[in-house]
């Protein structure tokens, strides 16, 4: 019987860990989203958030650079306040746009800048989650990697042979993918949540995108109009 050596498995395993350009990239339009929002639909000054964000995801970028082969706690820890802060800011982004349609003086609002904050909230919710899904499937990318942790989310990949190599892990795209369709069907296109806390969070964001985009669609033609 073959032996197969640990430095091979760490090998493999480096080939399937996400890639961290893409998690950085998503973040990066995000905070290009922040940066073109109203002030007054921030809870604090964008420039300190955005800075913050920089500061976080270069800390996640040092210590994810050996890629994703073995689990690590500071990692998911600074993953998770990265993620924590794009949440809030974008809760209080919802909450004051909202404050703004239904309590707010509309003769002062632009619509074109109502519906372009309302756009970002829209897709500032879609990398939101992305990067929300990515970081609770599995545990995250490392203990997907491990095999450590029952999955929340089933890719096509998992069930149909054939349509990818063997040991295929989902990557920060596919969880950008799984995002995208559910706010834009309000439903998975693909892929099917299995945890119940995968499928509250897929819930609160439809709700989320309802909001988002029916309130502010039928205030701003109203106000364009």
Do not use: C
């Not at 924590?84 to 909450?95: E, G």
């Not at 069930?159 to 040991?167: E, P, S, T």
Request: charged content about 15%; cysteine-free; hydrophobic content about 50%.
């Amino acid at each position: 019987m073959k032996t197969i050596k640990p430095s091979h498995i760490r090998k493999v395993m480096k080939k399937t860990h996400d890639p961290i350009w893409q998690l950085q990239g998503g973040v990066l339009v995000i905070m290009v989203l922040q940066y073109f929002t109203n002030s007054s639909f921030l809870p604090y000054d964008k420039y300190i958030i955005i800075a913050f964000e920089a500061i976080v995801l270069f800390a996640l970028a040092i210590v994810t650079s050996d890629g994703y082969h073995r689990v690590s706690k500071t990692r998911r820890s600074l993953a998770m306040v990265l993620i924590t802060i794009v949440a809030v800011i974008n809760i209080f982004s919802l909450i004051f746009l909202v404050q703004a349609l239904l309590f707010g003086d509309m003769s002062n609002i632009n619509g074109h800048d109502l519906l372009l904050n309302g756009m970002t909230i829209y897709i500032t919710n879609i990398f939101m989650f992305a990067l929300l899904y990515w970081e609770m499937d599995g545990g995250g990318p490392d203990r997907r990697v491990a095999n450590e942790r029952q999955r929340d989310f089933i890719f096509p990949q998992m069930i149909h042979k054939g349509i990818a190599k063997v040991g295929w892990l989902p990557g920060f795209t596919d969880y950008l993918y799984l995002s995208t369709t559910n706010v834009t069907n309000f439903a998975s296109a693909d892929t099917v949540p299995i945890s119940h806390r995968s499928k509250l969070l897929m819930m609160i964001q439809a709700i989320v995108s309802v909001i988002a985009v029916v309130l502010v669609a039928a205030r701003t033609i109203g106000v364009l109009g």
